[in-house]
C-alpha cells in the first residue's frame, strides 16, 4: 500500500487552520483514505468509493435535516 506521504490529501473547505477537528482525504487506486489532520503520519482508514459517498451522503443528509428543525423551532409557521 502507498505510504501517506505519496498520497494527494485534501482538507474539507469548511476546515480552518486553527487546529480543528478535522480529516484528510485522499484517492488510492478505487478506494478513499481518511486521516487525522492533526497527525497526518498516524494511522488511515481505507473505505471503498461507495461505502465514502454513502457516509457522505448521510451527513449532507443530517445537516439539512439538522438545518430544518432549527429554523422551525425559530419560525413554527
Same mark, same amino acid.
Given at each position: 500500500?502507498?505510504? $501517506? ?6 482538507? $474539507?473547505?469548511?476546515?480552518? @487552520? @486553527? !487546529? ?14 481518511? *486521516?487525522?489532520?492533526?497527525? =497526518?503520519? !498516524?494511522?488511515? %482508514? *481505507? &473505505?471503498?468509493? !461507495?461505502?465514502?459517498? !454513502? &457516509?457522505?451522503?448521510?451527513? *449532507?443528509?443530517?445537516? %439539512?435535516?439538522?438545518?430544518?428543525? $432549527?429554523?422551525?423551532?425559530?419560525? =413554527?409557521?
Amino acid at each position: 500500500m502507498e505510504t $501517506s506521504d505519496r498520497l494527494v490529501w485534501r482538507k $474539507s473547505s469548511y476546515s480552518d @487552520n @486553527n !487546529g480543528g477537528a478535522c480529516v484528510e482525504v485522499a484517492e488510492v487506486d478505487e478506494d478513499i483514505a481518511v *486521516r487525522d489532520s492533526k497527525n =497526518p503520519r !498516524g494511522s488511515t %482508514l *481505507r &473505505f471503498t468509493r !461507495g461505502t465514502w459517498m !454513502g &457516509f457522505v451522503r448521510s451527513v *449532507r443528509q443530517l445537516k %439539512l435535516a439538522a438545518s430544518q428543525v $432549527s429554523k422551525s423551532a425559530i419560525d =413554527p409557521h
